[in-house]
T-cell receptor, first 120, second 110 residues
Framework: GAVVSQHPSWVICKSGTSVKIECRSLDFQATTMFWYRQFPKQSLMLMATSNEGSKATYEQGVEKDKFLINHASLTLSTLTVTSAHPEDSSFYICSAPGGSGTSGTKNIQYFGAGTRLSVL | DAKTTQPTSMDCAEGRAANLPCNHS???????VYWYRQIHSQGPQYIIHGLKNNETNEMASLIITEDRKSSTLILPHATLRDTAVYYCIVERGSNYKLTFGKGTLLTVNP
């Protein structure tokens, strides 16, 4: 299957600093990518949809000025957590639809390995 | 809100078949059933999907009832590495966005 690479896998930062997470589709192009956040023992929560060449679409309750998304190319989306605080500590995961063929197959999502963010 | 209902947890003996149920009584005609799993501290992994017919691939089988209101994911010979949270997701093929429920924690025991 298609491969999505996410970097870094783990980051520790001081409160007030910004952290950038990269999500790359390695062997396919992705005009759309998704960013999720997962707190311990909870399910994945969609934060935003990243659109190549246009603004990201944020889910209700997600601060767009705090979580900056840039989808500069067909293979790269970045999530920047600005002025991070301890409550932003979480597991951040990206995904991209990488299937082809029928409608259902096109929506098969391939996920990165995730980035664990710890804000001190 | 998730459109599916799954048991919170299940146990299975290693080497036996694991049958994971999912209820999706409000599924629409153009919605697919997708199954993903998430091994601890990793990103989710696609397993299988279907619309109406039963499906099988190298990982699992998907049985969808005739009325499409429920489905079962079958891992034919569970191994310890199949211990994970399994998510059943109902979504239109063209929408792309996936809404994750709480899933089922499958524990495969030696």
């Amino acid at each position: 299957g298609a491969v999505v690479s996410q970097h870094p896998s783990w980051v520790i930062c001081k409160s007030g600093t910004s952290v950038k997470i990269e999500c790359r589709s390695l062997d396919f192009q992705a005009t759309t990518m998704f960013w999720y956040r997962q707190f311990p023992k909870q399910s994945l929560m969609l934060m935003a949809t990243s659109n190549e060449g246009s603004k990201a679409t944020y889910e209700q309750g997600v601060e767009k000025d705090k979580f900056l998304i840039n989808h500069a190319s067909l293979t790269l989306s970045t999530l920047t957590v600005t002025s991070a605080h301890p409550e932003d500590s979480s597991f951040y995961i990206c995904s991209a639809p990488g299937g082809s063929g029928t409608s259902g197959t096109k929506n098969i999502q391939y996920f990165g390995a995730g980035t664990r963010l710890s804000v001190l | 809100d998730a459109k599916t209902t799954q048991p919170t947890s299940m146990d299975c003996a290693e080497g036996r078949a694991a049958n994971l149920p999912c209820n999706h009584s409000t599924i629409s005609g153009n919605e697919y059933v997708y199954w993903y799993r998430q091994i601890h501290s990793q990103g989710p992994q696609y397993i299988i999907h279907g619309l109406k017919n039963n499906e099988t691939n190298e990982m699992a089988s998907l049985i969808i009832t005739e009325d499409r209101k429920s489905s079962t994911l079958i891992l034919p010979h569970a191994t310890l590495r199949d211990t994970a949270v399994y998510y059943c997701i109902v979504e239109r093929g063209s929408n792309y966005k996936l809404t994750f429920g709480k899933g089922t924690l499958l524990t495969v025991n030696p």
